[in-house]
């Protein structure tokens, strides 16, 4: 059984930056992509970013692109969300995610249970 654990969240002002990590426990995830999504107040869960198992392939939605940064530390087993340049729309609960293959889907196998991010105007 995996479990992953976020952490890192809390309340910043517009502006400023903030990094989610994700760890993994129960097992290695290779060769499972591990990533992002969020869920805003009255809104449906959304993708935020991914990562390949290797590192070598990224994905990120248009809202949060060249602001945020995913990367990994296999080693670790542990994934990491790095957040400037927030913005109050991105204030949600971030859930992270992991599903076996090359890239991460809204079906994914295990979730966390979720950090809160809230930015202030």
């Known amino acids: 059984q995996v479990q992953l654990v976020e952490s890192g969240g809390g309340l910043v002002q517009a502006g400023d930056s903030l990094r989610l990590s994700c760890a993994a426990y129960?097992?290695?995830?290779?060769?499972?992509?591990l990533g992002w999504f969020r869920q805003a107040p009255g809104k449906e869960r959304a993708f935020v970013a991914s990562?390949?198992?290797?590192?070598?392939?990224?994905y990120y939605s248009d809202s949060v692109k060249g602001r945020f940064t995913i990367s990994r530390d296999n080693a670790k087993n542990t994934v990491y969300l790095q957040m400037n340049s927030l913005k109050p729309e991105d204030t949600a609960v971030y859930y992270c995610?992991?599903?076996?293959?090359?890239?991460?889907?809204?079906?994914?196998?295990?979730w966390g249970q979720g950090t809160q991010v809230t930015v202030s105007s």
């Open positions: 995610a992991a599903n076996y293959g090359p890239v991460l889907t809204p079906g994914a196998r295990y």
């Open positions: 129960g097992r290695t995830l290779d060769s499972h992509a």
């Open positions: 990562i390949s198992w290797s590192g070598g392939s990224t």
